[in-house]
């Protein structure tokens, strides 16, 4: 049985029993874990997790595309920016990010 979690607006509910998002560092390096997956649809994707069978959604393309440039960006902070991520609109990406760091979905790696 897999779990699914959802990737978007930080002011979106936690299911109950989930704990709230890990802190990503903006200005570190993350990337999508080698054990996800993703499949683009219309409102953003799906990503799977083989290691443990979770589903996540990403809700909106503009979040996909954060995702895709982690591993392209020195930092997350760099990666928003590459896709048009505004100062205002990097509370709502950081909470998004920080739920899939908490699935294991993006992970931290190493400074280039």
Do not use: N
């Not at 874990?33 to 997790?49: K, M």
């Not at 996909?64 to 392209?72: F, G, K, P």
């Not at 896709?83 to 990406?93: N, Q, W």
């Amino acid at each position: 049985m897999s779990t699914m979690t959802s990737a978007s607006e930080p002011d979106s509910a936690v299911p109950a029993g989930d704990q709230p998002a890990a802190q990503v560092d903006l200005d570190g390096p993350w990337m999508l874990s080698p054990q996800v997956a993703l499949r683009p649809e219309r409102f953003g994707a799906l990503a799977y997790h083989f290691g443990t069978r979770r589903l996540s959604f990403l809700k909106s393309p503009q979040l996909l595309a954060v995702v895709e440039a982690l591993t392209d960006h020195a930092t997350v902070r760099d990666a928003c920016r590459a896709v048009g991520v505004t100062d205002a609109e990097l509370p709502t990406y950081e909470s998004a990010l920080g739920t899939l760091a908490r699935t294991d979905m993006i992970v931290p790696r190493s400074p280039a």
